[in-house]
């Protein structure tokens, strides 16, 4: 869990995080607490999560908001960490001056948002860009059922699964060396490093993996049409691997006169973003 406070455009000024272990109410408000004790009164707290609606995230804002409205003004209702970053990409990062953007990130979790002539797109129930559930491949699968097809093969475990499968299936890769032969202990890292490196399994997973991402990013341009696509997660932390296969495959889906007029760039606010996007829509809500 983090926290942040953010100063106009000035960015990031203090930064709180603390690990969540049983409470996720009591962990939430002691770690705003604690980093709302130098601001002023009145400064809006936003609250994000991949899962805003949940039973969880509701408890976290009720207790934050008897925790500290008297002492640091409004608590707002929790909206999703993609959009949330999609807020703070158009304020303070990749997409600034633009009005008009569509956030894509991938990591642990899938993470999508868009805003629109300068405000958040929300969807009739928060909904908006729940990109983990686009369906890219017409098979059925338990795993996509659960998570969403998305999700189940771009996010980090997904990725690694891939790869798990591959070795299974009997290509050799420099990451069971890495790993002694544990497969239980690959990481979305073992699977980056080992690509760098020229393992070729690796690359093939990486390859496949830039594949779906420029699907569902195209998939999200056609509806949008944005001024600005910007990428996040492992998309702009290992844009040498991933950034010009998913723009090639973007291009290869999307008409020409579509991908003239769009501008494509990394994100730049790195995991601040959906902290510092709350910030920004809790501004801005009455």
Known sequence: MTAVVVDGDKGVQARESAAVSGDLSSAAAAVLKTIAKGAAASVPIGIVSPAPESAAIAAAVAAVTRGLSSAAGTTTAATSSGVAAAVAETWLGAARGFDDVVYFAVGDHTAGGSVRAGEPVLGARGRAASIAWLALNPVEREDYRK????????????????????????????????????????????????????????????????????????????????QTLVLGGIMASAADLLLEPVRVEIGRRLPRAMIDALVIVPATLGDDAAAIGAIRFAAARP
């Open 147 to 226: 998570a969403g097809c998305l999700e189940a093969e771009v996010a980090a475990a997904g990725i690694v699964r891939r790869l798990i499968w591959r070795i299974k299936a009997g290509d050799r890769s420099r990451v069971q060396d890495a790993v002694n032969g544990d497969l239980t202990a690959i990481t979305i890292t073992h699977v980056l490093q080992a690509a760098r490196a020229n393992d070729g399994v690796s690359i093939s997973v990486v390859r496949d993996t830039a594949k779906y991402l420029g699907m569902a990013a195209a998939n999200l341009v056609a509806i949008e049409d944005p």
